[in-house]
């Protein structure tokens, strides 16, 4: 779990230094969204549920993970470009990771139900938030792509798995592999979640 973990801090890591390339940042903008991206989420998470300090403070692996890729897209980043589908496809990986193991968390913690699911969600998707609003861009997750929706789903089977009492190995690898499966196939198909629809403004 701890490999897989690190795996999605750098995969996060990775894009937020990306997003940070895209917008002509110095080497410290790029590491700090890099680690904002990566860390973000799981900062968040901790504080909601009260377990402080929070683990990114605490275990070294984690901010080192994070700032190391960064350093290492700042570098590469022409290179990191050319891996946008396998960035894509990690990204999807991470994200259900993320989601999953945040749920377990809140309710390791004694968040309620409901409370857990959006514990889950904010695991997931909080650093993602971070990057947009920190690059001044409108979060992806509020206005197109099927995103939040599929953390909050894994993370909903996840809680709902545990409350009934069931081993949690089998349902956490069905969690993961839905949040992963559902963002990829919503990027091939091009899904959005629905829009208002704008009619045509007078003159």
Avoid: C, N
Wanted: glycine content about 12%; hydrophobic content about 55%; proline content about 5%.
């Amino acid at each position: 779990m701890l490999v897989l973990d690190l795996l999605g801090v750098a995969v996060f890591a990775a894009s937020g230094a990306s997003a940070a390339v895209a917008k002509r940042l110095d080497l410290f903008g790029v590491v700090f969204i890099g680690m904002v991206t990566a860390l973000g989420g799981g900062v968040v998470r901790d504080l909601v549920i009260g377990a402080v300090p929070p683990l990114a403070f605490t275990d070294w692996e984690y901010v080192t993970t994070a700032s190391v890729t960064s350093l290492a897209v700042f570098w590469l980043h022409p290179q990191v470009d050319r891996l946008r589908r396998t960035m894509l496809v990690l990204d999807a990986a991470g994200l259900g990771l993320f989601s999953v193991v945040g749920a377990l968390k809140g309710v390791d913690y004694g968040v309620p139900f409901v409370g857990a699911i959006l514990v889950g969600m904010i695991t997931g998707i909080g650093g993602g938030v971070l990057r947009d609003v920190l690059t001044k861009e409108i979060p992806v997750v509020l206005h197109r792509e099927i995103y939040a929706s599929a953390s909050l789903l894994g993370a909903a089977v996840i809680v709902a798995s545990t409350s009934l009492g069931w081993p949690k190995q089998v349902p956490m690898a069905v969690a993961i592999a839905l949040v992963f499966g559902l963002r990829l196939l919503s990027l091939y198909r091009r899904w959005s979640a629905p829009t208002p629809k704008v009619g045509p403004t007078s003159g």
